[in-house]
């Protein structure tokens, strides 16, 4: 029996993330690595891969402070994606990773370069150095645009990293996913619909932390998710449920 209530209710203050059915499960229960598990987002995919019976490590800097705020139903690891040496060894065991990092400054040392591009690109080196069988990574909903759009880039820099970031995991030659959100927001889970945008026609909207938790731990588990790139937004006009079965539908990375 796994135990949800210290990880996703008393440790986090939310509301449980809910019914949500548990599909595409089809493969044995894995250990699945996740970079950023104490973050606003990846918080809720540690929770879903729990809740489906998955064992996660969680990386962080700090696992002292991880495991006294939200338990230790998550295997806290310590590391940090900038020192690539330092993340070979957490690998051991694993099935799978899944990047939920964000860059904590602007400027300094822990810049959007340094995490979500010079990170995630570790990250991805010592997958394929481990063999694991797929990276799922999170990005953002305009990131596909950043080679075309010098505007978007000067407002916000975090896009360049994030789109140079997906280029070379479409490159990399291992298996993978990218889920590129809208605008975070901390409402609840399954209030609306998940649309599937087509990446040459976005509509800017916003999605739940949960859900986008919801998606990135569905990726994992469901090989329609495989070699895609997933620009998802919450819809009122779309079923709650309907992203599980539309997810095959969404075409492959050419
Ligand atoms: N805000 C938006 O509207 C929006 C929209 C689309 C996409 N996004 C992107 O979605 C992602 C997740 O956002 P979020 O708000 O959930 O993030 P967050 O709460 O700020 O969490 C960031 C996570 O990254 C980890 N991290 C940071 N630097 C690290 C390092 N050097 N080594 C290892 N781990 C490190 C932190 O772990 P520790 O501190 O425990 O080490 C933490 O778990 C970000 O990339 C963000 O840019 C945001």
Known sequence: MISRRRFSQA????????????RGAAQSHERILVA??????????????????????????????????????????????????SLLPLYTGCDRVISVLGATERTGENTPEAVEYNGNVNLIDQAKESGLKQ????????????????DLVARFTGMLWKNKAEHYLRDSNIP?????????????????GIWFQSEDNITVGTISRADVGAV??????????????LRIINDPKRPIDGWRDALSQVPLDS
Do not use: C
């Open 216 to 229: 990135m731990a569905e990726a994992a588990r469901n090989p329609a998710a495989l070699n895609k790139t």
């Open 36 to 85: 950023g598990a104490t973050g606003r987002t990846g918080r809720f995919v540690a929770q879903d891969l729990l809740d489906s019976g998955h064992a996660v490590r969680g990386l962080t800097r700090n696992p002292d402070r991880a495991r006294e705020r939200y338990g230790d139903d998550v295997e806290w690891v310590a590391g940090d994606v900038r020192d690539r040496a």
């Open 135 to 150: 990276v799922v990574m999170i990005t953002s909903l305009s990131a596909g645009r950043a080679d075309s759009d010098p």
């Open 176 to 192: 993978y996913t990218i889920v590129g959100p809208g605008g975070l927001r901390d409402y609840e889970p399954r209030l609306q």
């Open 11 to 22: 440790a986090f203050g939310i509301a449980t993330i809910g019914a949500a059915p548990q």
